[in-house]
């Protein structure tokens, strides 16, 4: 039995400008948290021929190319694996299309899975540029690489991608003081509502590539504010950085119509009225969860309660996709 996890994730500055569609052009720049909660997959060897693999669905199939799973079908066949006698499964802390980078968690924990059961030895750059080439070179989905990127790696980091398609990954320098208060006060509420990135960022990666100019400038202002955000975060004022949060998301919803809704603009306005500092939607848009930054946490969570969103408390994580257990 082989049991692999991968960190789901929450984006502090810079997000969407991982899209190969900006980066190849431009460069991007991004900073992102994981924390801990997680995507499991498990493995194990079988005494019948075929390949069992239960996620939503079951599928029993001669081989893995029979998969009707798109990311399982191709994380096999970049791993050299049929599947003779295996049964995988997977399993979430968070459903997915909330916007915490499910899709690139899932892939990031199969492939360790997969490589772990070859025995082979894998580092989180090339696990989180294998888990890419699946997701956006060969199903071409239109994302970025932020989630496999945070995934492999964990911590609180930035990435820096490059137009040749290379990410630079380096930990934000942030004090110890800094990061346990930016832990405390940053508080995740679920919308209810739930989405498929890939859907929301068409739009976005669309204009892009049609060098749309309101599309463009936007996203060279939310990169340069998540430059701004690593100055905040790495000098300790973080109600600055919580400030710089709410320009992003006022910012993030002129890209797409379908980035929030009546519900999610009532929500967050109510947040900022009751202690939040700045906030966003975290993910693509559209749904998932609301993050807020607050140095009044009983207020906010009550005042977000009483409207019946639930709070998901969090840590950071800082292992990354790791093998749980083997035996």
Known sequence: MIITRSPLR?????????????????????????IDKYVYITLHQTFVEDLIVKYSKLERVASASELEHPII?????????????????????IPAGSGLGSSGSFTTALLKALHVHKKDLI??????????TIEIEKLREP???????IAAFGGVTCFDFNKD?????????ISEDTRFNLQDNLLLFF?????????????????????????IENLH????????????LETGDLPHFAHLMDVHWRRKRERSKGMSNGPIDQWYELA??????????IGAGGGGFLMFYTENNTRLRRAMREVGLKEVRFNFDFEGTKLVAQG
């Not at 580092?123 to 890419?132: G, K, N, Q, W, Y």
């Not at 890939?198 to 749309?212: F, R, V």
């Open 123 to 132: 580092s989180p750059a090339e696990l989180a540029e294998e888990a890419c």
């Open 143 to 149: 994302i970025g690489k932020q989630d496999q990127y």
């Open 272 to 281: 900022m009225q009751n202690g939040a500092l700045g906030g966003k939607l």
């Open 165 to 173: 398609g290379s990410v630079a990954v380096s930990p934000l320098n």
């Open 191 to 215: 919308t209810g509502y739930t989405r498929s990135a890939s859907e929301i960022l068409h739009d976005q990666d669309s204009k892009t590539k049609k060098a749309d100019p309101a599309m």
């Open 221 to 232: 202002f939310v990169k340069d504010l998540g430059f701004q955000s690593r100055k905040a």
């Open 10 to 34: 929450i984006s502090l500055g810079g997000g969407g400008t991982d899209l190969p569609s900006y980066y190849r052009e431009y460069g991007g720049f991004l900073i992102a948290a994981a």
């Open 73 to 93: 079908r191709e994380a096999f066949a970049a791993t050299g694996l049929v599947g003779n006698s295996l049964e995988l499964a997977s399993m979430a802390d």
